[in-house]
């Protein structure tokens, strides 16, 4: 993409988020909105993270070695949380010195999985992310849309910030009870 018209894409998302009505744009207007309320960042923050987000993926993207379809980026105060499936440790170093190179980047956690993920693993990863959403969805004590969940390869991660210890002690709880035996990784943060 031209970073020029890349450029004009983000200025024209900030203002619409500046002005209120970025979530509609954004991330879809009753999700969007609602996120955007409950999340404890600050709105420079939320717009700063989501810049590095897209920042780090477009780079990923047109990286020919890393191949990041399988990578999902979160970004929570200029921590990037690289998460997903890559087919070599060359292929998640690459990933975390590409994560590094963008400007306003404080850390990166480098969580990505080295191996494959069949069609049916992948199918039973979707399966059981949708079940843990669900659940989480269901209690009124959740703010479920500030929890990113994700599955490969049978390894869920949690990342979000959550209001209260008390919260994510649920969140965990919940997860804890789907997931079994399953290993968990912890992204989540209390407060801001």
């Known amino acids: 993409m031209n970073p020029r018209y890349l450029l004009l894409s983000l200025v024209l998302i900030t203002s619409l988020v500046i002005a209120g009505c970025g979530a509609a744009v954004v991330g879809g207007a009753a999700y969007g909105g609602y996120k955007g309320a409950t999340d404890k960042r600050s709105v420079g923050t939320m717009v700063d993270d989501s810049v590095i987000s897209t920042t780090v993926k477009t780079r990923m993207i047109a990286d020919a070695f890393v191949k990041a379809r399988h990578i999902d980026v979160d970004v929570l105060n200029g921590v990037v949380y690289l998460i997903g499936v890559v087919e070599s440790s060359s292929q998640k ?13 404080r850390s990166v956690r480098n969580q990505l999985l080295v191996g494959k993920t069949s069609a049916g693993q992948a199918l039973n990863d979707t399966i059981l992310t949708s079940k843990i959403k669900t659940q989480l969805l269901k209690d009124p004590d959740i703010r479920s849309t500030n929890v990113d969940v994700d599955t490969n390869n049978n390894v869920v991660t949690l990342t979000g910030i959550l209001k209260s210890q008390k919260e994510k002690n649920k969140v965990l709880y919940i997860v804890q009870k789907i997931t079994g035996n399953r290993q968990i990784v912890d992204n989540l943060s209390v407060g801001n």
């Open 93 to 105: 170093r690459m990933a975390a010195d590409i994560a590094r190179g963008v400007e306003g980047v």
